[in-house]
């Protein structure tokens, strides 16, 4: 199997770990760099000193990308920062190859209909890097849901805050993608995780409403606190879900909380750890996922990619439900710039 690579930094190097992991040898990797100064990282995002990535992990690179799409790979990872991705998307797409674009899809909806129909004409496989459907907490959570445990949801708040420096440690954060306008940073497309798993859990809301913007004393040009509001519908009902982003908390902060009327479930995705309590307040369910490795995420999303691949499966986040989550977090961006709420029925 051939891929090509474009972006080789944190995220990218850790795809190229996890395919040599999975498929060793077997596997021949391709990069498009033209820029060829990202430093070889580990998996705890630390430089490794003395090597170089096409060293490292036998990388054959191309300077040109139709030289590199020449070499007919069967899927493009698509890694490089958001405003970047669909252009080199479609590109990839029409000489023919799947696709794995890291979340976001995009940082606006240009071009993301045309990639759609590309991607349905030619079938082609396309993921979206939403390695979080893949945790264990919100696999569980999901299940709950499903089960209906705590009887008619009422209310939901999930929260993600890490501070931003302390991300790449490697590098100065007001040269990263999530500090700059014009990449397509800012924590509301940095952190859509939350926003695609919510639209998971409880689909696309009716409207969104956010406050916040760049509050902190960082240095950048992009939001770095929100509060978001939507109106989900479950069982033609209007459900409050909220969510906090931000890029200033210590120690970071994840988690979400689903409230019915029945009971609670509490989530926090860095203790690992999902509790039920019910109707009373007794916990009836206490789940740890202690000593589950963050890689595995990764891990999962590929070999499920590979499947995806080898005609096993579909996409799990596919172009459509990509698409998606980025028009939730769209219309918050749009909402955070007008102080409109905005209808995302229309």
Same mark, same amino acid.
């Given at each position: 199997?051939?891929?090509?690579?474009?972006?080789?930094?944190?995220?990218?190097?850790?795809?190229?770990?996890?395919?040599?992991?999975?498929?060793?040898?077997?596997?021949?990797?391709?990069?498009?760099?033209?820029?060829?100064?990202?430093?070889?990282?580990? *998996?705890?995002?630390?430089?490794?000193?003395?090597?170089?990535?096409?060293?490292?992990?036998?990388?054959?690179?191309?300077?040109?990308?139709?030289?590199?799409?020449?070499?007919?790979?069967?899927?493009?990872?698509? /890694?490089?920062?958001?405003?970047?991705?669909?252009?080199?998307?479609?590109?990839?797409?029409?000489?023919?190859?799947?696709?794995?674009?890291?979340?976001?899809?995009?940082?606006?909806?240009?071009?993301?209909?045309?990639?759609?129909?590309?991607?349905?004409?030619?079938?082609?496989?396309?993921?979206?890097?939403?390695?979080?459907?893949?945790? &264990?907490?919100?696999?569980?959570?999901?299940?709950?849901?499903?089960?209906?445990?705590?009887?008619?949801?009422?209310? @939901?708040?999930?929260?993600?805050?890490?501070?931003?420096?302390?991300?790449?440690?490697?590098? *100065?954060?007001?040269?990263?993608?999530?500090?700059?306008?014009?990449?397509?940073?800012?924590?509301?497309?940095?952190?859509?995780?939350? %926003?695609?798993?919510?639209?998971? %859990?409880?689909? %696309?809301?009716?409207?969104?409403?956010?406050?916040?913007?760049?509050?902190?004393?960082? *240095?950048?040009?992009?939001? *770095?606190?929100?509060?978001?509001?939507?109106?989900?519908?479950?069982?033609?009902?209007?459900?409050?879900?909220?969510?906090?982003?931000?890029?200033?908390?210590?120690? &970071?902060?994840?988690? /979400?909380?689903?409230?019915?009327?029945?009971?609670?479930?509490?989530?926090?995705?860095?203790?690992?750890?999902?509790? @039920?309590?019910?109707?009373?307040?007794?916990?009836?369910?206490?789940?740890?996922?202690?000593?589950?490795?963050?890689?595995?995420?990764?891990?999962?999303?590929?070999?499920?990619?590979?499947? /995806?691949?080898?005609?096993?499966?579909?996409?799990?986040?596919?172009?459509?439900?990509?698409?998606?989550?980025?028009?939730?977090?769209?219309?918050?961006?749009?909402?955070?710039?007008?102080?409109?709420?905005?209808?995302?029925?229309?």
């Amino acid at each position: 199997m051939k891929i090509l690579m474009v972006g080789l930094g944190g995220i990218g190097q850790r795809h190229v770990r996890n395919l040599r992991t999975l498929l060793g040898s077997e596997i021949e990797i391709l990069a498009f760099r033209f820029r060829n100064n990202s430093p070889v990282l580990t *998996d705890q995002l630390k430089i490794e000193e003395g090597s170089s990535l096409e060293e490292k992990y036998a990388i054959r690179v191309y300077a040109d990308l139709d030289q590199a799409l020449a070499q007919k790979p069967e899927a493009v990872f698509v /890694c490089n920062p958001s405003s970047l991705h669909l252009p080199i998307a479609l590109r990839a797409a029409q000489a023919g190859c799947h696709l794995f674009i890291e979340k976001p899809l995009s940082h606006n909806f240009e071009q993301v209909e045309e990639l759609i129909n590309l991607v349905e004409s030619r079938n082609i496989q396309a993921a979206v890097g939403y390695q979080m459907r893949f945790h &264990p907490c919100l696999q569980r959570l999901h299940a709950l849901i499903q089960e209906t445990s705590i009887g008619r949801i009422l209310t @939901v708040r999930a929260e993600v805050g890490e501070y931003l420096p302390g991300w790449h440690t490697y590098e *100065d954060y007001r040269q990263m993608y999530a500090s700059k306008q014009e990449l397509g940073g800012g924590v509301i497309l940095s952190q859509i995780h939350e %926003l695609d798993y919510l639209y998971w %859990l409880f689909g %696309l809301p009716r409207c969104v409403f956010a406050l916040g913007g760049q509050m902190s004393s960082l *240095d950048l040009d992009v939001e *770095d606190t929100v509060e978001i509001l939507m109106e989900c519908v479950m069982d033609g009902r209007s459900v409050p879900v909220s969510v906090h982003q931000d890029y200033v908390q210590r120690p &970071p902060s994840r988690a /979400c909380q689903i409230i019915g009327d029945a009971g609670k479930i509490l989530v926090d995705l860095r203790a690992l750890t999902v509790d @039920v309590f019910d109707s009373l307040g007794n916990q009836v369910e206490s789940t740890s996922y202690e000593g589950f490795q963050r890689n595995q995420l990764f891990l999962d999303e590929l070999k499920y990619f590979l499947e /995806c691949l080898q005609g096993k499966q579909t996409p799990l986040v596919g172009i459509r439900a990509g698409a998606q989550s980025l028009r939730m977090a769209l219309a918050a961006k749009e909402s955070l710039a007008t102080g409109k709420v905005v209808n995302l029925t229309r």
